[in-house]
């Protein structure tokens, strides 16, 4: 009777999710027409068109990954970080982060690694709420920080200067000082543009939900810096394209822009019934015309969003937390929002140590100035826990707390794989020296 049971249990959980699979595609597709107020629209894409789907290989950490998103010299930790964005490298080996937590911080995190095989080293400092935020912010009773992005102007100066052989010197950011009390002294200039998303609560979810244009501003007095955001206005004028969509949980989890597009990722679809939609919705505002399309990711088997990153007009990287998956689409350059190819890598996500914890929910996602990508697991309370009873004790208190994971993937199987190599290719000399 016991194998019955468990036979007709995995018949069940395989019809749920072939239900959930239906439901998706339909849902999505349903949503795919232009009639979003407050903007001209035109349907860029249905996300219909025939395009291959391929999988890769499996990304697992890179050596001495992943790390607790935790400060151990000031003991400052994340708290439930739902975004991540790289902000630039230094001559020491550093990368500075900017991070987003939904209960409402904005954070510096630099990050140092002696060696791609060498211990890691997390600090974290804090980015204070300017003006303007505060009076965006006024009508919230929770402040709710959902994802973030930084324009890619410094992410793809380092890149070329790292494609050409300099120095870190050479692409620090402008503005640089070297004060210590700093932990962006050497990576970013006074200041750093971009987008953040804010979920609404409640039954106002809709009237709070934002997405807006930030600036991130570094102010020097008597020596010492300090940063603060900025709000620059609505990052797509004039249209709030949550209308009717959003929900209780159910926000932007991703967003990004390039050039010429801005990207925005609803996290998911949420339950019909007792089953769990697969697929959700890709907005995607084509700057220069002013129009905004609703792409439904089912068709290319994205189940929810947790994050974007933008390496171009072409290349748009989307981590999926119910896939525990990483994709990178390639758009038509010629025909804006044209799907011509989706690839897939599925994530190895364990805790710090190796040891197996549930559940992974990975959320943010941005590759830094050497092709690395980085992601943030935001816990999931009450499913935050180990899964192995030989589990060390730290391991148990650090889930038990509730501690974010930091995960740093080296990139070259996705590029190389996703026929994308070239946006990271440098001297051999150097790729010889650095073991990539």
């Known amino acids: 009777m016991g194998g019955l049971a468990s036979r007709e249990s995995a018949a069940r959980r395989s019809a749920r999710l072939l239900l959930g699979a239906a439901l998706g595609f339909i849902l999505c597709l349903s949503y795919r027409g232009p009639a979003i107020a407050g903007a001209g629209l035109v349907r860029i894409s249905d996300g219909r068109e025939s395009f291959p789907v391929t999988v890769g290989d499996t990304l697992h950490p890179a050596p001495g990954w992943p790390v607790w998103l935790k400060d151990y010299t000031t003991s400052a930790r994340g708290e439930k970080t739902s975004g991540i964005a790289f902000a630039g490298g230094d001559v020491l080996r550093g990368r500075c982060f900017v991070l987003a937590d939904e209960v409402g911080f904005l954070r510096l995190c630099r990050v140092h690694q002696e060696s791609d095989t060498g211990g890691v080293e997390v ?19 929770v402040w709710d920080f959902e994802a973030l992005s930084i324009d890619p102007a410094l992410r793809q100066g380092t890149i070329a200067a790292h494609a050409a052989g300099a120095r870190g010197d050479e692409i620090r950011g402008a503005g640089a000082d070297g004060g210590g009390d700093d932990l962006f002294a050497e990576c970013a200039g006074d200041t750093l543009t971009g987008l953040l998303s804010i979920e609404g609560r409640g039954a106002r979810v809709e009237e709070q939900t934002r997405l807006l244009d930030i600036r991130l501003v570094r102010s020097r007095i008597s020596g010492a810096s300090r940063w603060q955001a ?65 792409i439904p990711t089912a068709p290319f088997g994205i189940y929810s969003i947790g994050g974007l990153e933008a390496l171009s007009d072409s290349v748009t990287l989307v981590v999926d937390r119910s896939r525990q998956a990483l994709s990178i689409l390639r758009w038509n350059p010629k025909r804006a929002g044209e799907l011509v190819a989706c690839h897939r890598f599925f994530l190895d996500l364990p805790a710090p140590g190796g040891f197996r914890y549930g559940v992974p929910t990975v959320e943010g996602v941005t590759v830094d100035e050497a092709g690395g990508i980085w ?37 070259d199987t996705v590029w190389e794989q996703a026929g994308l190599a070239h946006l990271w290719a440098r001297p051999a000399a150097e790729a010889r020296g650095r073991g990539r």
């Open 230 to 294: 900025e709000v620059l206005g609505d990052a797509i004028p004039g249209a709030r394209i949550w209308n009717g969509i959003i929900g209780a949980e159910r926000g932007f989890k991703g967003l990004a822009r390039s050039a010429g597009f801005l990207y925005a990722g609803l996290s998911d679809l949420g339950f019909r019934g007792d089953v769990r939609v697969h697929g959700t919705l890709l907005f995607l505002y084509d700057r220069g015309r002013g129009e905004i399309a609703r």
């Open 123 to 141: 600090r974290l400092g804090t980015i204070t709420a300017g003006e303007s935020l505060e009076e965006h912010l006024a009508d919230h009773e």
């Open 375 to 411: 992601c943030v697991v935001d816990p999931w309370r009450g499913h935050y826990r180990a899964v192995d009873p030989a589990a060390p004790e730290t391991l148990q208190v650090y889930l038990a707390a509730e501690m974010p994971i930091l995960y740093r993937f080296t990139g």
